[in-house]
């Protein structure tokens, strides 16, 4: 796999791990196959990296990201979205692990030897909604594959772009999210990640950025106003801060990140 098709085997990994504690944020019976034994060295590896830099004591951040993301498509599911898109899904076990209502239909896009291994490690599961996988390259027409695979864009729809965009570029970014939007009704969902400008200029982010880049993963880009990113195509948007949602959960080590301070983010958007 490609290095950034490699960090979604070691957030498989580290959903595994949460899923053996007792008081796991979600269960996950599926991740630790999908990281195998590349993903736990990756993640082993990655650590060491990590206390060899020095750096701070690692955040739940998966671990509240994941749960944060099932708690909000399952709302989004019930309240009568019956499609959702992931977008590089990687490892993302959601089609099977989450109780989706009947008739909910799940697209995952990823590059094809992601969905090929996916299949190969989940091929005899059962998904608990229609899963349609499509192997497709972002930097491509996913937009024409999706539709030919009877995605309706006249339809509401919740879209997932989760751990993806710290790499790609700024115009990257504006494209993807300028897709989403062309295709999206009225009342559709958009739920995402990312890493603020200014902690990706951090000298405490320094050793992960050192780490993904020996990966041959960097992390590129950042905003600190990541909600604008969807406002600006007329979406309504919340930005919220993972440490008070893991505080919220009793799984966040550290104090309240102080207002302006840099973070990471979570976005829940809303096209009007």
């Known amino acids: 796999m490609n290095p950034v098709a490699i960090t979604s085997l070691i957030v498989a990994a580290i959903r595994a791990e949460e899923s053996t504690r007792s008081d796991r944020l979600f269960n996950d019976p599926f991740a630790s196959a999908l990281a195998g034994d590349a993903g736990v060295a990756a993640l082993r590896a990655y650590r060491d990296a990590d206390r060899h830099a020095g750096s701070l004591p690692a955040t739940p951040i998966i671990e509240v990201r994941t749960r944060w993301i099932d708690d909000a498509l399952l709302r ?8 959702v898109v992931i977008l590089a899904a990687g490892m993302d076990a959601r089609a099977y692990r989450l109780a989706w209502p009947a008739g909910t239909r799940v697209f995952e896009i990823d590059q094809p030897e992601v969905i090929a291994h996916k299949a190969a490690v989940l091929g005899a599961h059962a998904p608990s909604a229609e899963r349609v996988a499509i192997a497709a390259n972002l930097a491509g027409d996913w937009p024409a594959a999706l539709l030919a695979s009877r995605f309706d864009p006249a339809a509401r729809s919740a879209w997932l772009v989760e751990g993806l965009l710290p790499y790609l570029a700024a115009s990257s970014v504006e494209a993807l999210f300028a897709h989403i939007d062309r295709l999206s009704a009225p009342g559709s969902i958009l739920l995402f990640d990312g890493v603020g400008k200014s902690l990706l200029e951090s000298p405490a982010l320094a050793p992960t950025l050192r780490m993904m880049a020996d990966l041959g993963a ?4 950042g905003t600190d106003d990541p909600a604008g990113l969807a ?13 008070e949602v893991g505080a919220r959960w009793g799984r966040w080590p550290f104090p309240p990140t102080p207002p302006g301070a840099p973070r990471r983010h979570l976005v829940e958007a809303s096209k009007r």
């Open 231 to 243: 406002a600006a195509h007329g979406w309504e948007a919340a930005d919220l801060d993972p440490g």
């Open 218 to 221: 960097p992390w590129i880009f």
């Open 76 to 83: 989004a599911a019930a309240g009568g979205v019956a499609q």
